[in-house]
Structures are given as C-alpha cells and as structure tokens.
C-alpha cells in the first residue's frame, strides 16, 4: 500500500517525474496515485519531504497463488547482444519452468535494444518483457532498479534469476531490498523441490554447499554464477510474445553519471568468462613480469590470461581476471594454472573447465590432483617451450 502524507506533501512534482510508470499527478497542489502504480519506490526515494510511505504487507497476509511463471534478467553488452550468462539462465529457466508447469519468461532493460529480443526466444523465452528509453542505455542503479522493481510488482512471477555479474551483483540486491523479498547470491545449482526453487551455493570457503529455499516471500530470487549452467542448443524458429513497456525517467532521479569507461581487457579479446582458452597465473610467478611470459601462450592460442586472487592482491593483474570464489567462474575448453597451488577458492572458479593443465614447481600441490594433466618444474621454462612449439606446428600448417 502506498500512502501520500498530506501534510509533508508540497506538490513540488519531484515524484511524477521520478516515477518510471506515469502513475502520480498533482491535484489541488497534493500528490496523488494513480491505478498504474507498481510499487516501484521511485517516487519515495526522490521525495525530500518524507510525504510518500509505502507498506508492504506482513509475510502472514501475502497471498502467494498469484505469483506465477519464472523470469530471466537479460544483461546486454552495451545493448548491442545478449551476454552468454543470459543463455545459460534461460536453459536452466526452461527445466524450471517445465517443472512447475509456468511460462518462462526474459526481461530485457536497454536503448533501442527490441532486435535482440529474437535471440532470448531462441533459447526458450515464451515472453519477454521490454523497457526501452534513452537513460536505460547505460547501467545505472537508480533507473534499472526502479523499472525492473515496478515490473515485478505488476506481473508477480513467481521466480526471478540475475547472473551473478557485477551488474546482477549490484542490481539484484537493490530490488529485493525495495521489494522485501529474500535473496540467494551467487548460486551454483538451482531445481524445483516441493513447488519451492531449491537454492544452492557454496558456504564457508567452498567448503560446504547450502541448500536455501524461500518459503514466505514472492519473487524466489537468486543470482547464478557465469558458466555453472550448460547452455541449451538455440532454435531460432521459436517465437516470443513481447511486452513492451512505455517508460518514462527523469534524469535527475538517477544519482549518478557515467563519464568514462576504462576497459582493462586487450580490445578484440573475448571477456575472461566467455573465453575459450585460459592461461592463469598465482602466487608461483614471483612478479608482475611473469604474466608476460604467459600472454605470449595466451596470444598464440588466442586466448586470455587470468590470475588467482593472490596474484590480483599483489597487483600483478586487474580485479576483473581473477578466476576464483570473489571472483569469476569459467568454464573453457583449455586451462592453464600456472604457479597456482590449488586452493578450493580458486578451484571452485574453474573446476568445470573441460581440460585442466597444471604447471607447478611443487609436485604435491593439491591442483595436480583435479588436473588432466600435470608438469612439475619452472613455468618460466615450460610455458616459453609450449609457446615455441605450437608456434612451430602452426607453421607447418
């Protein structure tokens, strides 16, 4: 329920333009609701004079039968294609859908962005609910936040998932805040049990793997680390319905600007969780020098260099290479662990790769024991000898 207290309101029409749905106007200088609104939050944030409260109802009044169907956050790479993360949600999105016997559904945030709708159709979207607008071109919290809490309040589904990027990270939280609904972060497995989602992620360490359900609370929310879901095979036959969404934001409810944007991956490579090849580096290579060793293998495969979380901390490499439990799961065809000793938090971040090679100076490091194959000695004689043979197979091609 939302309330306007009468006395704090000025009828500046701060809200109305802050509220992504056209739902307020101003009548006899007091604000007031309109049926449209979705209990978004907008308009509570931008108001400076506390005049607009909303109640939630207690968990022992919520109904829960209306809440129906499962739904995918899209996240676009600078709204120009899906990122892969989608897929592997919308595959997973399917069997849950399946098993619940409701739709599944994608919801896609962005600026001119309806030409990808094909492609989350493809991978089993029966809906897909759109929000175009020029200040949803770039990420912000304010803006995706309110849309995407708006839109759950009026269409109820029942399930909804994030990747576990550092959009869905940030996002996802901002949401089930607003909308008081529970959240399971970073989730590695998710099925049906008992009509509830079952929730599984990692806890303390990697060591142990917890099992969450939400039994008061609608959405079931949950944010899916990057490639822990196997993606299904598309079929660019299916079709979705599309809902589409007129929204309107007002620039001054979204608190912050977007003036730079610095890339710290090689321009032309592909992102680190959607790589192919992987050539990681840890603690083992003594210095910041001995990644170069390691892009020049990475070069020639045409892969990616990451780093464990050691070798970030010593500022050998950027945050967003770090393969590991704090920071990202893949799943390449090729991996590379150079001086990385095999800690469960960084086993946990690439442990699904299909072939491992371990290259360590210590024969008894835990990581030869999940690797396909094993090289005990120097990396700063092996990796140079790897890099100059296939250099010579490829020129004999």
């Known amino acids: 329920m939302i309330e306007i207290i009468k006395e704090n309101c000025t009828g500046c029409g701060k809200c109305i333009k802050a509220c992504p749905f056209g739902a307020i106007k101003v009548v006899d200088k007091i604000a007031d609701i309109q049926e449209g609104c979705t209990l978004c939050g907008a308009c509570v944030q931008i108001?400076?004079?506390?005049?607009?409260?909303?109640?939630?109802?207690?968990?022992?009044?919520?109904?829960?039968?209306?809440?129906?169907?499962?739904?995918?956050?899209?996240?676009?790479?600078?709204?120009?294609?899906?990122?892969?993360?989608?897929?592997?949600?919308?595959?997973?999105?399917?069997?849950?859908?399946?098993d619940l016997t409701q739709n599944l559904c994608a919801v896609l945030l962005g600026r001119d962005v309806k030409g990808l709708c094909k492609d989350l159709a493809a991978y089993g979207a029966q809906k897909v609910y759109l929000a175009e607008n020029e200040y949803l071109e770039q990420?912000?919290?304010?803006?995706?936040?309110?849309?995407?809490?708006?839109?759950?309040?009026?269409?109820?589904?029942?399930?909804?998932?994030?990747?576990?990027?550092?959009?869905?990270?940030?996002?996802?939280?901002?949401v089930a805040a607003t909308l008081e609904v529970g959240l399971t972060a970073d989730c590695t497995g998710l099925s049906i049990q008992d009509g509830l989602l079952l929730q599984t992620r990692p806890a303390f360490g990697g060591n142990i793997m917890a099992d969450i359900i939400c039994l008061y609370t609608r959405p079931q929310m949950a944010t899916v680390?990057?490639?822990?879901?196997?993606?299904?095979?598309?079929?660019?036959?299916?079709?979705?319905?599309?809902?589409?969404?007129?929204?309107?934001?007002?620039?001054?409810?979204?608190?912050?600007?977007?003036?730079?944007?610095?890339?710290?991956?090689?321009?032309?490579?592909?992102?680190?969780?959607?790589?192919?090849?992987?050539?990681?580096?840890?603690?083992?290579?003594?210095?910041?020098?001995?990644?170069?060793?390691?892009?020049?293998?990475?070069?020639?495969?045409?892969?990616?260099?990451?780093?464990s979380r050691v070798a970030i901390d010593c500022g050998w490499k950027p945050k967003s290479v770090q393969v590991g439990q704090s920071g990202i799961t893949v799943s390449p065809k090729l991996y590379f662990a150079c001086g990385i000793s095999g800690a469960i938090q960084h086993l946990v971040g690439m442990r699904g790769s299909d072939v491992i090679v371990a290259i360590n100076k210590n024969s008894n490091a835990p990581i030869?024991?999940?690797?396909?194959?094993?090289?005990?000695?120097?990396?700063?004689?092996?990796?140079?000898?790897?890099?100059?043979?296939?250099?010579?197979?490829?020129?004999?091609k």
């Not at 936040?145 to 996802?172: C, E, F, W």
């Open 225 to 307: 680390r990057p490639n822990v879901m196997k993606k299904c095979e598309p079929d660019y036959n299916l079709k979705s319905d599309i809902i589409a969404e007129k929204i309107e934001l007002d620039p001054k409810s979204i608190r912050t600007v977007i003036k730079e944007k610095i890339k710290t991956s090689t321009p032309g490579t592909p992102k680190i969780d959607e790589a192919d090849i992987i050539v990681s580096g840890g603690r083992g290579l003594g210095s910041k020098e001995g990644f170069g060793i390691l892009q020049n293998l990475a070069d020639i495969l045409g892969g990616v260099v990451g780093a």
């Open 139 to 174: 990420y912000t919290t304010d803006a995706f936040a309110s849309v995407l809490s708006g839109l759950i309040s009026k269409y109820q589904p029942n399930i909804v998932l994030y990747p576990a990027t550092h959009l869905g990270r940030d996002l996802a939280p901002r």
């Open 47 to 98: 108001c400076t004079f506390a005049a607009i409260e909303i109640e939630r109802k207690a968990i022992e009044e919520r109904d829960l039968s209306g809440y129906k169907d499962v739904w995918v956050f899209a996240e676009t790479l600078d709204n120009q294609k899906i990122r892969s993360v989608t897929f592997e949600l919308l595959s997973k999105g399917k069997e849950l859908a399946t």
């Open 368 to 396: 030869f024991e999940f690797a396909k194959y094993g090289i005990a000695g120097d990396f700063s004689k092996i990796i140079p000898a790897i890099t100059e043979e296939i250099k010579r197979v490829k020129a004999m």
